[in-house]
């Protein structure tokens, strides 16, 4: 079988609040996913990060649908100088064919516990009480895992992230000279090179900077009577999209949160097939052309 080719489109739609909607595809095997998250921050000794927001996969060889929870992060170790990420919490993941994967994700503790540990069980969605399972994995995702049948124990497979046939192909970006000025490389240069360097006074700079061209851009906008528009996302309205999400994440307990994430986002694959630079037109983050 071919290896598979994955391309990304993301784009923060929308600034206050923080959107970002993001599209994967690969096109030659059929699969593609999208989603979307608004992030929010607080922090008690971590910084939690909480994600409002969802992902639907689709597979074409099998017509399914998958609705996938975006998961909450919390950021660890500030006492002692090493901080790590962790995703924290139990999340559903709801398949069109009838089938529910419970995962559990746990982390390192005082005395026990392992980094990136998980387990997940799968059952079928009509056993929503009993959750019996039918199959279960475990193990630490940025390691390996162990697939068992749970009615036999019998393990089916297993898998070594680091196994030399697991090992991930390049990932293909542009040099940043010959990206638009919009992606983020080269919109954030500044920012960037600041943090490479260590300087936290260029990197508030720069950050100060182009975010205070923003809000300029904003107010022009608003005294011609225009609104700012995503390049290469839609926000559907009530309708199919919606209807998905509502037949999918039925008695498994997630909510839309559409209201919080202006609306349901999804790729428009004509604009992304259609886009040129550069995307909008003279004008760039810092305001230039506007």
């Not at 069109?96 to 982390?107: C, K, L, P, Y």
């Not at 005395?111 to 199959?135: C, E, H, M, Q, W």
């Not at 898998?159 to 030399?164: G, R, T």
Request: glycine share 10%.
């Amino acid at each position: 079988e071919a290896k598979a080719t994955t391309s990304l489109v993301a784009e923060q739609v929308s600034h206050h609040p923080p959107v970002t909607a993001m599209h994967i595809s690969d096109a030659a095997h059929g699969i593609r996913a999208d989603g979307y998250a608004r992030v929010e921050m607080t922090f008690n000794g971590a910084v939690n990060i909480r994600q409002v927001g969802h992902a639907m996969l689709h597979i074409d060889r099998f017509e399914e649908d998958h609705l996938v929870p975006l998961p909450d992060v919390k950021v660890r170790g500030f006492l002692g100088g090493c901080m790590y990420p962790e995703i924290t919490g139990t999340y559903s993941i709801v398949s069109s064919a009838g089938f529910v994967t419970e995962m559990h994700f746990s982390g390192e503790g005082m005395l026990r516990g392992k980094r990136n540990s998980f387990t997940a069980r799968i059952y079928a969605k009509a056993d929503v009480k009993k959750r019996t399972p039918l199959y279960e994995v475990s193990g630490v995702w940025s390691e390996g895992w162990t697939v068992k049948d749970a009615r036999t124990g019998d393990v089916m497979e297993k898998y070594e992230v680091e196994a030399l046939e697991n090992a991930p192909a390049a990932m293909e970006v542009a040099p940043v000279a010959e990206q638009d000025e919009w992606e983020s490389r080269r919109a954030w240069a500044g920012v960037l090179a600041g943090m490479e360097a260590g300087d936290m006074r260029a990197v508030l700079a720069e950050k100060t900077r182009i975010e205070q061209a923003q809000r300029a851009m904003r107010v022009v906008e608003k005294e011609e009577g225009r609104k700012w528009e995503p390049l290469l996302f839609r926000s559907t309205p009530v309708g199919e999209e919606h209807a998905r999400f509502h037949n999918l994440a039925e008695g498994v307990g997630m909510k839309l949160g559409e209201d919080r994430t202006k609306g349901v986002w999804k790729v428009d694959e004509e604009r992304v097939r259609a886009r040129q630079m550069p995307f909008r037109g003279s004008v760039t983050p810092f305001g230039e052309g506007c």
